[in-house]
Nanobody
Framework: QVHFVESGGALVQPGGSLRLSCAAS????????MHWYRQRPGKERELVAS????????NYAASVKGRFIISRDNSKQMLFLQMNNLTSEDTAVYYC?????WGQGTQVTVSS
């Protein structure tokens, strides 16, 4: 059974940084594109970043490009999202997914 557990969300001040982690299980992680999505209050879920199985190709939403870094460790079946220079617009629940299943998400709140 495919399973994702996100962690690392917290309350952080504007301009701060956070690193999100996602532990994946139940499938061959190294075969899949992986993605971070987020759902901001009152908004639809949106794609934040994507990474190919080998990490050779990475894509970011325009709103996070230059501030967020997606990475993965296939040997540990882990996905990461380094988030820098956070703003209130980044407040959301963040999810990792292979687009076949979803985790419960981790809450990121950016506020002074």
């Amino acid at each position: 059974q495919v399973h994702f557990v996100e962690s690392g969300g917290a309350l952080v001040q504007p301009g701060g940084s956070l690193r999100l982690s996602c532990a994946a299980s139940g499938f061959i992680f190294s075969n899949y594109w992986m993605h971070w999505y987020r759902q901001r209050p009152g908004k639809e879920r949106e794609l934040v970043a994507s990474i190919t199985p080998s990490s050779a190709s990475i894509n970011y939403a325009a709103s996070v490009k230059g501030r967020f870094i997606i990475s993965r460790d296939n040997s540990k079946q882990m996905l990461f999202l380094q988030m820098n220079n956070l703003t209130s617009e980044d407040t959301a629940v963040y999810y990792c997914t292979n687009r076949n299943a979803w985790g419960q998400g981790t809450q990121v709140t950016v506020s002074s």
